[in-house]
């Protein structure tokens, strides 16, 4: 019996996609994002769902993330949004994966390992409009995009950029889309694919979706905007573990690394397997940007310290939330049950534990549900070719 697994819902995902495509319309393509072991519900089963539902792409960031999608059988068009190395470029052609470039050099990288292999090479094109990663300035772009267009082994499939502004900052996004569609150059031909809006800016901007759309928390679940009425996302994703031991502990007593937990009251406490090593209790934190952002981390820290609910990092149990008590360890967390002992919870039963997916690696089980949803719509999806 597994301590600590991960449940994965792929029929809510093929839910949420085809939301998603629904939203955007016919003519509008859709690449799934799958980057980060595909927001850590596992790349290769939510590549295959995303597809049989409606994606026309799927996104990475790294190569060898892309590897692993051919290597499992998953020959639809896949995009390298991050850098590749020289060394990387042969088989980023020989893979038929399509890259982004940014510089004379990578473009010539490129070319060079289509040369080698004997065929062209798909680019698109990336844009720095404001977010300060990768990218050209927009002044460059015309003269990359014509050397690019003038390769005998390169195809300039693309051209694209990252919208920094977020959902609240509809202007900037804005300035930016502006600032882009300004960029793009006069070629003999039309450029097929022009995308610049991801699930930040898809609903902010919708005049962002262009020729194609980057979606991925949506996929999963999650939107930082206020969707539209009638769209729904279905949740995907739940972290389980089980209490491994109950104790008693009497009111004034310490607990925790350094006895840091006075306990206020007797105190029931339960503990689970699952601690930082899973992701739990490993939220980023950044340094406040205005006076007021630090006056309300302080004030968030200290009703922290005095064990004020609101602010409690929980657990479920039952669907009932359960306190946190004291620090999260390496592989485990005490809760406070105390509240629910009328409930009965035991040793064995199941916990839900809320943590930033990408943080729950690999070594976490995941448990697929939904697969014969899916397996069908694979199915009809390759009897339709």
């Avoid at 020959?75 to 949004?81: F, K, R």
């Avoid at 006075?262 to 739990?280: M, N, S």
């Avoid at 004030?299 to 039952?318: C, D, M, P, S």
């Amino acid at each position: 019996m597994a301590e600590t697994w991960v449940e994965v819902n792929l029929a809510n995902i093929a839910h949420n996609t085809r939301a998603v495509k629904d939203l955007i319309g016919p003519d509008t393509q859709l690449m799934a994002v799958v980057k980060a072991n595909a927001y850590g519900h596992g790349a290769v089963p939510v590549a295959r769902t995303v597809l049989a539902s409606g994606a026309d792409w799927l996104g990475v960031f790294k190569p060898e993330e892309a590897v692993q999608l051919r290597a499992a059988g998953i020959m639809a068009p896949i995009l390298v949004m991050g850098a590749f190395a020289p060394d990387e470029a042969e088989a980023v052609v020989e893979m038929d994966l399509t890259v982004a470039v940014s510089t004379p050099q990578q473009a010539q990288s490129l070319e060079q390992a289509a040369a080698r292999v004997g065929k062209q090479a798909r680019v698109h094109l990336e844009v720095d409009t404001g977010l300060g990663r990768y990218g050209m300035k927009p002044a460059e772009l015309p003269a990359l995009a014509e050397r690019v267009d003038n390769s005998n082994y390169l195809f300039l499939e693309g051209v694209f950029t990252h919208l920094s502004a977020g959902p609240t900052n509809k202007q900037a996004a804005q300035r930016q889309l502006a600032a882009f569609l300004a960029s793009l150059p006069e070629l003999d031909r039309p450029i097929p694919l022009r995308h610049a809006a991801s699930s930040g800016s898809l609903l902010s901007v919708p005049e962002a979706r262009l020729d194609m759309v980057r979606i991925g928390t949506m996929l999963y679940g999650q939107s930082h905007h206020q969707i539209p009425s009638g769209m729904e996302l279905k949740p995907v994703f739940e972290l389980c573990t089980r209490i491994t031991h109950i104790t008693s502990y009497r009111k004034g007593e310490r607990i925790g690394y350094g006895n840091g937990v006075r306990l206020r009251r007797d105190t029931r406490v339960a503990v689970v397997p699952v601690g930082c090593a899973e992701g739990f209790g490993m939220e980023p934190s950044r340094a406040p940007e205005t006076m007021l952002e630090l006056l309300r981390n302080c004030a968030k820290q200290f009703l922290r310290y005095i064990g004020h609910g609101r602010v409690t990092e929980k657990a479920i149990w039952n669907s009932r939330p359960v306190p946190v008590l004291g620090r999260v360890g390496m592989q485990h967390t005490t809760l406070d049950i105390t509240d629910l002992m009328h409930a009965g919870p035991q040793v064995g039963d199941i916990v839900m534990l809320p943590v930033r997916r990408v943080l729950v690696g690999p070594h976490v089980p995941r448990c697929f549900f939904g697969e014969e949803v899916v397996t069908q719509q694979v199915r009809e999806h390759e009897l339709a070719k």
